[in-house]
């Protein structure tokens, strides 16, 4: 009678090694984002670390295949395409945009998102508590956070009559932008100019055209495009004295003058969090959408210098963090 020894070794070595690998294989993580890499590289730093701490050591227990469409949404579908493909076992997708390439390539892979303004209005999920399909992820409310936007621009210059708005018609929320913004507008008594800007000659000429009205100050759209061009765009607001209201901190890092929007960090970190759970057997159709920790207020008080503004100590005491 052959012991167990004697059996191992009377198994050919190729298929041990094969079930060996089978048995230990990590799980395939597949980044979907509309942003170059080293846009996002912090980001991912975020998720790592939050992986880590989750108990997932990566190369062992998981492996990330990441796919940048590098500004341009148009490759975003033959992207998540390949990570079907590659039959991943699950996408983190980043914007709305992305996640819609997503679900349109599968609805078996479960997929995890971030940065959607909303998920129900998208299509993603059939109500927030339980989304009923294939994925899951945080809410961004970046819509819901216009007001707040215009109310800073008015406290920066009181004297404020009309601002110019900054967006992107690919957005898919761009039909329901406008009348939004214009609502927070009218209730603040502010005229609004809309401008919109899709490629990186649409932004130059955004802001020839927003200096031919001699704009006074600026508010910038949520939108993946724009972020992707922001230090164009800083720069631009820059040259043009033009003082604006950016929705992410990474336009103020770029030179901007302030922001106020959703802090990305604790936000992956959540991602990591769903991703966890699915792993551990969740179905994503029966995990609550999230929202956001931390919306942050950051000011560029070196930018703030070259326009000759003094920030009042009011948005001082408001900010987060201020870049001296």
Known sequence: MLD?????????????????????????IGVLSPYAGA???????????????????????????????????????????ELVKLRVDLILASTTNAVKAAQAATSTIPIVFESVADPVVAGFAESVNRPGRNMTGLSNFSADLSPKRFQLLTQLLPALTD????????????????????????????????VDAGTPEEVEQAFRTMAARRAAALVVTADAYLLAQRQ?????????????????????????????????APAIRQAAVLVDKIFKGANPSDLPIEQ???????????????????????????AERVID
């Open 163 to 194: 601002v110019e708005v900054l967006s992107n018609r690919s957005n898919p929320y761009y039909g329901s932008q406008k009348p939004a913004i214009q609502s927070v507008a009218d209730k603040l008594g502010l005229r609004v100019n809309f």
């Open 232 to 264: 164009r765009i800083a720069a631009l607001a820059l040259a043009h004295r033009l003082p604006a209201v950016f929705p992410f901190a990474a336009y103020v890092d770029a030179g901007g003058l302030m922001s106020y929007g959703v802090d990305p």
């Open 4 to 28: 167990r020894r004697d059996l191992l070794l009377s198994v050919p070595s190729a298929w041990l090694v094969a079930h060996a690998r089978a048995q230990a294989a990590p799980k395939v």
């Open 292 to 318: 956001p920790t931390r919306v942050e207020m950051v000011i560029n008080r070196r930018t703030a210098a070259l326009f000759r503004l003094t920030i009042p100590p009011a948005l001082l005491l408001q």
């Open 39 to 81: 846009d996002v590289r912090a980001t991912l730093a975020a998720f790592r670390q939050a992986m880590r701490d989750l108990g997932h050591v990566e190369g062992r227990s998981y492996t990330l295949v990441e796919r940048f469409a590098d500004g341009q949404n148009e490759r975003l579908p033959s992207l998540a395409a």
